[in-house]
């Protein structure tokens, strides 16, 4: 079985601060990890993945999240946040004898000027 | 390239009625999934395709929903006597088969409203 839980709903940060969005997992085997962000009236655009290799996985628009297997922990970063970077984002997993990803409820994030 | 498309983009049906909701993955992807987001919920696996192979039905909610996959390329899913509850955002995902492309690509979704 695979799950994954985003334990924040909402991320509040000023611009220019660091954003954080927590996420952990949940599998049998090895994990595929991902996020993807959602921006209104939009589908999912895919922002990074870890399959294997770094524990630092960097993504598109500065994102950059770390792998942690004993924590089972992928968490998304970005070091300085823009207004434009608020938007529901979304972690998921799949396990290597998988083919569907199992989904987070999503954590919306907001970024005030 | 041409990313994943989805029509219509917005759909309003009446309770009880059938909608078509379709799916153009990226050339070449064999893979193709359809998921479901519910208003404040994350996204529910419904069905999944990969080439030839028989389709995974396990995530459909109830046998009023179908979908299928012609030629391996365009999918279709149907909703038949629509429900109120089946009102959500459908969004349909494609991939390439080979091991190290894991990535799902999704396209914008369709909004069905069922009144």
């Known amino acids: 079985a695979q799950s994954v839980a985003q334990p924040e709903d909402q991320v509040n940060v000023a611009e220019g601060n660091p954003l954080t969005v927590k996420c952990t997992y949940s599998?049998?085997?090895?994990?595929?990890l991902f996020w993807y962000v959602q921006y209104p009236n939009r589908g999912l655009q895919f922002l990074l993945k870890?399959?294997?290799?770094?524990?630092l996985v960097k993504g598109s628009y500065g994102f950059e999240a770390e792998f942690n297997k004993s924590q089972t922990s992928f968490h998304l970063k970005k070091p300085s946040a823009l207004v434009s970077d608020s938007a529901l984002y979304f972690c998921?997993?799949?396990?290597?004898?998988?083919?569907?990803?199992?989904f987070g409820a999503g954590t919306t994030v907001t970024v005030r000027a | 390239g041409a990313g994943v498309s989805q029509s219509p983009s917005n759909k309003v049906t009446e309770k009880g009625k059938d909608v078509e909701l379709r799916c153009d993955p990226i050339?070449?992807?064999?893979?193709l999934y359809w998921y479901r987001q519910s208003l404040g919920q994350g996204l529910e696996f419904l069905i999944y395709?990969?080439?030839?192979?028989?389709?995974?039905k396990s995530g459909l909610p109830s046998d009023r929903f179908s979908a299928e996959r012609t030629g391996g390329s365009v999918s279709t899913l149907t909703i038949q006597r629509t429900q109120q509850e089946d009102s959500a955002v459908y969004l349909c995902?494609?991939?390439?088969?080979?091991?190290?492309?894991?990535?799902?690509?999704f396209g914008p979704g369709t909004r069905l409203l069922v009144l």
């Open positions: 599998v049998s085997g090895n994990p595929y």
């Open positions: 998921a997993v799949r396990d290597t004898d998988d083919y569907k990803l199992s």
């Open positions: 395709f990969q080439g030839n192979s028989a389709p995974d």
């Open positions: 870890y399959i294997t290799g770094d524990n």
């Open positions: 995902a494609s991939k390439d088969k080979l091991a190290t492309r894991e990535t799902q690509y």
């Open positions: 050339s070449g992807h064999t893979a």
